[in-house]
């Protein structure tokens, strides 16, 4: 008897679980625009305060300008933490330097 209640608790205990984890909502893009800015802009290689973030069904695009290829792929290492994102597309450029050709 006590076997049978153990068990059925389980059971209810475990659907419970998957039912509260599918109604879960991902992030939606907003969030994830506002979260990929908030990293871009806090970290002191990419600067990203000038870079333009828009985000369409988890699929991040960054825009704009850096000083070296080295803050160009960290924003997108960056942007790839944010939760929800499930692809980053960089069109960054980099900035010539004077007098370079």
Same mark, same amino acid.
């Given at each position: ?14 659907a ?8 879960k ?17 806090a ?6 305060g000038?870079?333009? *973030?828009?985000?369409?069904?988890? *699929?991040v ?7 070296n ?5 960290k924003?997108?290492?960056?942007a ?13 450029n ?8």
């Amino acid at each position: 008897m006590t076997y049978k209640l153990v068990c059925a608790l389980a059971a209810l205990f475990l659907a419970t679980s998957v039912c509260l984890a599918a109604d879960k909502p991902a992030p939606n893009d907003n969030l994830i625009t506002d979260q990929v800015r908030i990293k871009l802009a806090a970290d002191p290689d990419v600067k990203g305060g000038a870079l333009e *973030v828009t985000t369409a069904q988890g *699929v991040v695009t960054i825009t704009g300008d850096v000083e070296n290829d080295h803050a160009k792929g960290k924003a997108t290492k960056l942007a790839k933490k944010v939760k929800g994102v499930k692809e980053v597309v960089n069109k960054i450029n980099v900035k010539e330097k004077p007098g370079a050709r």
